[in-house]
């Protein structure tokens, strides 16, 4: 009888053993940017987000997960990111809500309110705290684009990068000056000729003539050599701008295991904070590598600040008008988006209106 009960013992661990041998999947996630491992969010997916993932689901689960890594458009381009995600063509995509005017146009919000801060921390926290506020700004992910938002991500401090030196608004007017998405507006509100661009194609647009300057942070003008074909650094101080984002298929995050989708998540919210402290630590460091490497680095006088500040003090209000009126809650994020900033110590130049 013993014997008996022994021998069902061990077939019955048998059979649990093989079910959850039986149970433990290999699975495979295409993760991808247009942008290159230059650009620090990029860099952060491939050292921070993609080995953590691989190794806390190894450590805390049962199952392994194999990234296919894509990156400067290897995959998917600047600009088709969010298709890509939203079709399948790949899993998790990193990208900047600016190549998205007409699917995103409310995600740009930070660069409504320019000469916010420039503390990439704070503007993550910043834009977190909206994100909270505002379940439109995540949903709409989910609701239109199947896809779910694991992070938003932070830039480093805009400025203005160019192949000319200039000291007044007025040495800007009519010079042809890149950047990507709403930031253009700044330059119109100045008299300069705006020119839609991406990184990749900004080396060889500055050296053939195409336009003469970006706005940009120091990081692009270090880890893309923009310092070979443009030798003039103003820190205007637009802002440190979070716009960019992290997300995944939705059908495919709901396929996964609730362990593995828990430690995604989890080390997305981490790598979302990462976004800002390492574009805060490497900020002073770019700007004294541009220097080393022979750029003219300077800071624009409060005075012209201001100046720019004010030319642009009706566009917040007018622009929110707009979307407001395509039922996006423009004015109440752009209103919550100013009294966050000011709790993390943040004085505006120029105080914007929204009604």
Known sequence: MFKSMKLSLFAGLLVSLGA??????????????????????????????????????????????????????????????????????????GYCFCFEPSNL?????????????????????????????????SQVFEDKYNQRLLAVIADNGYNLGTSFEWSTINDLKGKKIAGAGLNLKWLEYAGAVPVQSALPEAYTSMQTGVYFGWIMFPSAWV???????????????????TWHGLTINKNRFSRLPKEVQNIIVEVAKEFEAKTGSVNEENYPKQLAQLKTLGVNVKSLPDSVRLDWANSLKPWPQSHAADLDKQGLPAST??????????????????????K
């Open 105 to 137: 146009p409310l995600h740009a919000f930070q660069v409504m309110l320019p000469f916010g801060t420039m503390s990439p921390e704070k503007s993550v926290k910043m834009a977190r705290a909206v994100y909270n506020k505002v379940p439109y700004l």
């Open 20 to 93: 959850a041998t039986a149970q433990a999947e290999t699975f495979k996630l295409r993760i991808a940017s247009g942008h290159p491992t230059a650009n620090t969010y990029v860099n952060l997916m491939t050292t921070f987000f993609v080995p953590e993932v691989t190794k806390r689901v190894a450590e805390k689960t049962q199952h392994k997960v194999e990234f296919i890594e894509g990156y400067g458009g290897a995959m998917v381009k600047v600009a088709d990111t969010l298709e890509g995600v939203q079709s399948g063509v790949v899993d998790i995509g």
């Open 333 to 354: 994020v752009l209103k919550i988006a100013l009294e966050e900033a000011e709790k993390l110590g943040h004085k505006w130049p120029v105080r914007y209106e929204i």
């Open 223 to 241: 880890n893309f050599k923009l310092h070979e074909v443009a030798k003039n650094y103003t820190e205007v101080g637009f802002g440190a701008i």
